[in-house]
């Protein structure tokens, strides 16, 4: 209760600052930024007690929710019976589904491109200069 007496208060505090600019001829667009920043402003300075209250009633209720249940009775007991009918269904062991880990070691076993070195690292320099040359190019430019 104390969030809504806290906002309330604000509210009345802008309602009051719109109603001294506009009595001041001030109007249109300005008159609402003005009046919302100068509500802010006091509100800051008038209502630290009333914030503080509003929260720490805040703060026990965000910490009071996770002490109680979730969900309604019979929705939690709707997802214990779909959790054990999937358990049921699903093969035991999953010997078909092979896990990260052993997805990674099976890509490292097999590399595919670039295992016979043709293709090189991208963030690793070359030793050539950036020039590729076939295996016996670089010797017959030499002997000539």
Do not use: K, N
């Not at 600052?17 to 509500?39: D, P, Y």
């Not at 996770?66 to 709707?78: K, M, Y």
Request: proline share 4%; no cysteine; glycine share 10%.
């Amino acid at each position: 209760m104390p969030f809504v007496i806290y906002s309330v208060q604000r509210l009345a505090l802008f309602v009051a600052a719109l109603l001294l600019l506009w009595s001041l001829h001030l109007g249109g667009w300005l008159l609402v930024v003005i009046a919302a920043f100068l509500a802010w402003a006091v509100s800051y300075l008038a209502l630290a007690g009333p914030r503080d209250r509003a929260a720490l009633w805040v703060s026990a209720r965000v910490e009071g929710r996770g002490t109680g249940p979730r969900f309604s009775a019979a929705v939690e007991a709707d997802a214990m019976d779909e959790d054990a009918e999937a358990s049921a269904l699903a093969p035991a062991g999953s010997e078909g589904q092979a896990q990260p880990e052993q997805d990674a070691v099976a890509e490292r076993e097999h590399a595919g491109a670039g295992e016979d070195g043709t293709q090189q690292d991208a963030a690793r320099p070359r030793d050539d200069g950036g020039r590729e040359q076939a295996d016996g190019e670089g010797e017959q430019q030499h002997e000539q």
